[in-house]
């Protein structure tokens, strides 16, 4: 099979972890017989420094015309600590998510068994753990109306939602967990908020038709407690942007790492896959970013982009190897271990392909 994949780096650590991806891809594409055409694309920082905005005309076309697109990270503290500043990264990545209809971000979370006792959380509370997260992605607070008055003395942040943007991320979840174990849980603050009602009377109008999955209501801050109390009691959470934003974060450290977790976000057009973590700025060019959640993320692009589901396990089997042989960068070196390079992580993975 024959696959065109945009290749968007971004910023900070993503063309190095990107870059260990794309290796690890191409020996899976070479031991399988498939062939694999990365094009190359700005967005973020460096696309604002290159030609004035954060996600160009010519990176939307490359996208657009892609099977797949490969995701780093975008972010620069040049723009994050001046917050005047009219151009941002992060507006490239919203208006990414906008023009290519992703409306849907699916991010896991689970535990590696040779990583358990990494977690901040104890291992009674996380063995077991296997969840994953539907956050809704085009829409709420974070596209909303907003704005200055009163002389700039008050902000106002509007969060809107429609009946089918909601219905359209429900449907994912219905979805999903039929193909797990059937429970699903609508993750509101419907006792406060207009917004999350509608999503609750949504969700709870779609149940009759899917009869097998039992659906659970739960306010965002129990779910924040619940998460690092009882985490294997979820399995698929539905939410919205900000409250999605703030609780994949709160879960991803769950496996011990950031530097972990991959994640997908879904819906009209062309899927994108990306790492959760940031730019982590401050590793830039050091060569010590954890380039895992990258080569995950490559994993679920060749199964759920591609349906290509023996490949993408044998990427997570390499990458679990790479785990109980200790080949991993310092964020994850045991004490008085050896903490590898990124890359020289990216080059034992393809090495053991």
């Given at each position: 099979m024959k696959f065109n994949i945009a290749l968007l780096a971004g910023d900070g650590i993503g063309p190095e972890v990107i870059n260990e991806a794309v290796k690890v891809s191409d020996a899976i594409a070479k031991k399988f017989n498939h062939e694999i055409n990365w094009t190359p694309a700005l967005t973020?920082?460096?696309?604002?420094?290159?030609?004035?905005?954060?996600?160009?005309d010519e990176t939307h076309e490359i996208c657009m015309a892609a099977d797949a697109v490969l995701f780093g990270a975008i972010g620069h503290p040049k723009y994050d600590n001046d917050p005047s500043a009219p151009v941002r990264p992060e507006q490239g990545l919203l208006l990414m998510r906008k023009k290519l209809g992703l409306f849907a971000n699916v991010r896991p979370?689970?535990?590696?068994?040779?990583?358990?006792?990494?977690?901040?959380?104890?291992?009674?509370?996380?063995?077991?753990?296997?969840?994953?997260?539907?956050?809704?992605?085009?829409?709420?607070i974070y596209f909303g109306e907003k704005g200055r008055k009163d002389d700039g003395e008050t902000a106002f942040d509007t969060c809107t939602y429609t009946r089918a943007e909601v219905k359209r991320l429900a449907k994912k979840g219905f979805e999903l967990a039929m193909t797990r174990s059937k429970k699903l849980c609508c993750v509101d603050k419907a006792n406060v908020l207009e917004t999350s009602r509608l999503w609750r009377e949504t969700v709870q109008a779609m149940e009759k038709e899917y009869p097998e999955v039992t659906v659970s209501y739960e306010f965002v801050d129990a779910v924040a407690m619940r998460l690092v109390q009882w985490p294997n009691s979820y399995d698929v959470l539905i939410t919205e942007n900000l409250f999605g934003d703030i609780l994949t974060d709160e879960a991803s450290v769950i496996s011990g790492s950031m530097g972990l977790m991959p994640s997908a976000s879904v819906g009209e057009h062309t899927s994108l896959y990306e790492p959760i973590h940031g730019s982590y700025p401050q590793a830039t060019g050091l060569n010590i970013a954890n380039p895992l959640a990258t080569v995950l993320s490559a994993a679920m692009m060749f199964e759920d982009a591609f349906g290509l589901k023996e490949e993408a396990e044998a990427i997570r089997a390499v990458v679990n190897k790479s785990l109980e042989q200790g080949i991993v960068t310092e964020d994850l070196a045991r004490k008085e271990a050896k903490a590898y390079k990124t890359s020289e992580v990216g080059d034992w993975l393809v090495a053991n392909l």
């Open positions: 973020g920082a460096c696309a604002i420094d290159a030609v004035g905005v954060p996600y160009p979370t689970f535990t590696f068994p040779s990583l358990i006792d990494n977690s901040p959380l104890k291992r009674e509370r996380i063995e077991g753990t296997d969840l994953i997260f539907l956050r809704e992605l085009t829409g709420g």
